[in-house]
């Protein structure tokens, strides 16, 4: 797999690993059960975190260019900040602890590098750093 395909197969596979012992019975573990609700425990950390808490207008652009290197994969844009968050991190720096805090608490590299690659693409902190590739940076 591609690296973006590759960070998102590691960070599916460590959250079901985390959930998998809810659905053991009898030494055997339901693979069906623990990846559905993987998935979801994966969209609430990224995807579902960041349109509901961080950003406005959250969208997914899929790249179908057969040119493009990533084909097939997922970039977002948004509007920017919600206001409400804007509100309660009101600095660039109140921001980038509160993005790092998140990312720190997600259990792996892997789930914090694909809530980084899920942030939006056009958003800047004040100073001009682009969001998404500041958390990058800091997920590396």
């Not at 591609?2 to 998998?20: H, L, P, Q, R, T």
């Not at 693979?31 to 975190?49: K, M």
């Not at 660039?92 to 792996?108: C, E, F, V």
């Amino acid at each position: 797999m591609d690296g973006s395909k590759n960070i998102e197969y590691n960070a599916f596979k460590s959250v079901m690993n985390d959930v998998s012992s809810k659905y053991e019975k009898d030494g055997k573990v339901s693979l069906s059960l623990a990846a559905e609700e993987a998935n979801t425990v994966l969209y609430n950390q990224t995807q579902g975190t960041i349109e509901n808490r961080i950003v406005d207008n959250y969208a997914a652009q899929t790249i179908t260019d057969q040119s493009k290197k990533n084909k097939g994969t997922n970039t977002y844009t948004s509007s920017g900040f919600k206001g409400s968050f804007n509100t309660q991190f009101p600095t660039d720096q109140n921001k980038r602890d509160a993005l790092k805090t998140h990312m720190d608490s997600l259990g792996t590299k892997s789930e914090a590098q694909y809530f980084a690659r899920s942030f939006p693409v056009d958003i800047d902190f004040q100073d001009g750093t682009n969001v998404r590739q500041y958390l990058l940076t800091v997920t590396r």
